[in-house]
């Protein structure tokens, strides 16, 4: 919850002319432009549209309307797709063979127009792990011992590094009490960066987190997040290194010798 409250003062904060002009989900199925308001939450009001779209009730648009924006040059310098539950590859809703349906669907339309794909990006994010996908100790800020030291330290400020640690009051009964504890960054989680400029199917090892997709379009439009912690500015990466737009293409394709079997 804290992270959703934080992204929605961030586009609050934002100027309306700099504000995203496309969020598109079969869930919400709304197109929101710079003159109507960016976020509308669908518990807000039972008799809004978006209470029928979150209950996947309108299926089918939002592709359409993705698509139809694609063909006609009218796709917003930057979009938002949240998949219906059905296609989110979560457990019990989904899978990933929808999940990877939806993106296939989503990559068929962005390359249909040559000249849209030629300057796009597509960013597929996830929220988790699964469980047992990492089998590595999972990164976090220093953490403070029994006795109130800290494990580990930081050459950040006190006052910098207090928003990585539970120290705010839990919204809900149903969330953690204040522990002190770090917030992560925790086990890693899988990111696509599929453009034209990112070919080569290599494995970027940079530290990234969720920040990092903001932060990225910090680097491309000249635009400050004032949400993003000094923390994670100073550890996680703006995804610029996943790209090479300069020599997109020099990574040869490697020979493979025919294994030689004798009789």
Same mark, same amino acid.
């Given at each position: 919850?804290?992270?959703?409250?934080?992204?929605?003062?961030?586009?609050?904060?934002?100027?309306?002319?700099?504000?995203?002009?496309?969020?598109?989900?079969?869930?919400?199925?709304?197109?929101?432009?710079?003159?109507?308001?960016?976020?509308?939450?669908? =518990?807000?009001? /039972?008799?809004?549209?978006?209470?029928?779209?979150?209950?996947? %009730?309108?299926?089918?648009?939002?592709?359409? #309307?993705?698509? @139809? @924006?694609?063909?006609?040059? %009218?796709?917003?310098?930057?979009?938002?797709?949240?998949?219906?539950?059905?296609?989110?590859?979560?457990?019990?809703?989904?899978?990933?063979?929808?999940?990877?349906?939806?993106?296939?669907?989503?990559?068929?339309?962005? %390359?249909?127009?040559?000249?849209?794909?030629?300057?796009?990006?597509?960013?597929?994010?996830?929220?988790?792990?699964?469980?047992?996908?990492?089998?590595?100790?999972?990164?976090?800020?220093?953490?403070?011992?029994?006795?109130? #030291?800290?494990?580990?330290?930081? %050459?950040?400020?006190?006052? /910098?590094? /207090?928003?990585?640690?539970?120290?705010? #009051?839990?919204?809900?009964?149903?969330?953690? /009490?204040?522990?002190?504890?770090?917030?992560?960054?925790?086990?890693?989680?899988?990111?696509?960066? =599929?453009?034209?400029?990112?070919?080569?199917?290599?494995?970027?090892?940079?530290?990234?987190?969720?920040?990092?997709?903001?932060?990225?379009?910090?680097?491309?439009?000249?635009? #400050?997040?004032?949400?993003?912690?000094?923390?994670?500015?100073?550890?996680?990466?703006?995804?610029?290194?996943?790209? @090479?737009?300069?020599?997109?293409?020099?990574?040869?394709?490697?020979?493979?010798?025919?294994?030689?079997?004798?009789?």
């Amino acid at each position: 919850m804290m992270g959703f409250r934080h992204w929605r003062a961030a586009i609050e904060k934002m100027p309306a002319e700099r504000r995203p002009l496309y969020v598109a989900s079969e869930d919400i199925n709304q197109d929101v432009t710079a003159a109507g308001p960016f976020y509308d939450a669908t =518990i807000d009001d /039972a008799l809004s549209p978006l209470a029928k779209g979150f209950g996947n %009730t309108m299926p089918y648009g939002f592709l359409e #309307t993705f698509r @139809d @924006d694609i063909q006609n040059g %009218t796709l917003p310098e930057v979009s938002w797709i949240i998949p219906p539950s059905a296609y989110s590859e979560h457990p019990s809703p989904s899978s990933p063979t929808q999940g990877g349906w939806y993106i296939q669907e989503v990559l068929d339309a962005l %390359t249909s127009n040559p000249e849209v794909w030629s300057k796009t990006v597509l960013l597929v994010n996830y929220d988790e792990n699964d469980g047992f996908f990492d089998h590595l100790p999972p990164p976090s800020a220093p953490s403070h011992n029994a006795d109130g #030291t800290l494990a580990g330290g930081s %050459t950040l400020s006190d006052d /910098a590094m /207090a928003v990585e640690y539970h120290n705010y #009051t839990p919204a809900t009964s149903s969330q953690p /009490a204040i522990d002190g504890r770090p917030y992560g960054p925790g086990p890693r989680v899988a990111l696509w960066a =599929i453009s034209p400029w990112s070919r080569g199917g290599f494995v970027n090892s940079q530290v990234f987190d969720h920040t990092s997709t903001l932060m990225f379009l910090e680097k491309r439009f000249g635009v #400050t997040e004032p949400q993003i912690s000094d923390y994670r500015r100073a550890i996680c990466g703006d995804l610029t290194s996943c790209f @090479d737009f300069v020599n997109p293409n020099k990574r040869a394709i490697p020979d493979i010798v025919r294994p030689q079997h004798q009789g």
